[in-house]
């Protein structure tokens, strides 16, 4: 019976506790986690770290895990923010190329108004306008808008102050 050679056997590897305990928090990316061999994996997930020698100390640095797991969690919604950022700039550039641009604002613009007040609550107004490729005076134009829909002939006083 031939045995195999050292080269092709598998070489074991040791883990840090800290590296373990990102593995049962969860976070440890996929691509990471999947290196780690199955045996190894199953072994983990059976074995408490409290029996560790040590691991009072690394217990104590609770913080530091906290802010692991907050940096994981901020890096998914930045992915998940950038990605709704490119569909918004798609959009917008399908509508800007459109020859009926003027009627599809027209028609939502009450929408618009009120998503671009919404937007400039958690990103500047200048931005969210460059967004949208909206200029001032148009937003502008939009917040002021008199609507004369109660005179017969749409001539309403407080656009023409002057009628009889």
Not at 47 to 67: H, R, T, V
Not at 83 to 100: H, K, P
Not at 130 to 158: E, G, P
Request: net charge positive; charged share 25%.
């Amino acid at each position: 019976m031939q045995t195999a050679p050292n080269s092709l056997k598998r070489k074991e590897r040791s883990y840090s506790t800290e590296f373990k305990r990102g593995y049962l928090t969860g976070l440890l990316p996929d691509s990471i986690s999947k290196q780690i061999p199955p045996s190894t994996r199953s072994s983990w997930k059976n074995k408490s770290l409290n029996n560790l020698y040590g691991y009072d100390f690394i217990y104590a640095n609770d913080e530091q895990m906290d802010f692991y797991q907050l940096k994981d969690r901020y890096d998914k919604l930045l992915k998940v923010a950038k990605s709704l950022a490119l569909i918004v700039m798609c959009y917008s550039e399908i509508i800007n190329n459109t020859c009926y641009r003027k009627k599809i604002l027209k028609s939502s613009q009450t929408l618009l108004i009120k998503t671009i007040a919404l937007s400039a609550s958690l990103v500047s107004l200048n931005r969210t306008l460059k967004w949208m490729k909206i200029s001032y005076q148009h937003y502008y134009a939009w917040l002021n808008k008199v609507d004369c829909k109660h005179s017969l002939m749409n001539l309403c006083r407080k656009k023409y102050p002057h009628q009889l």
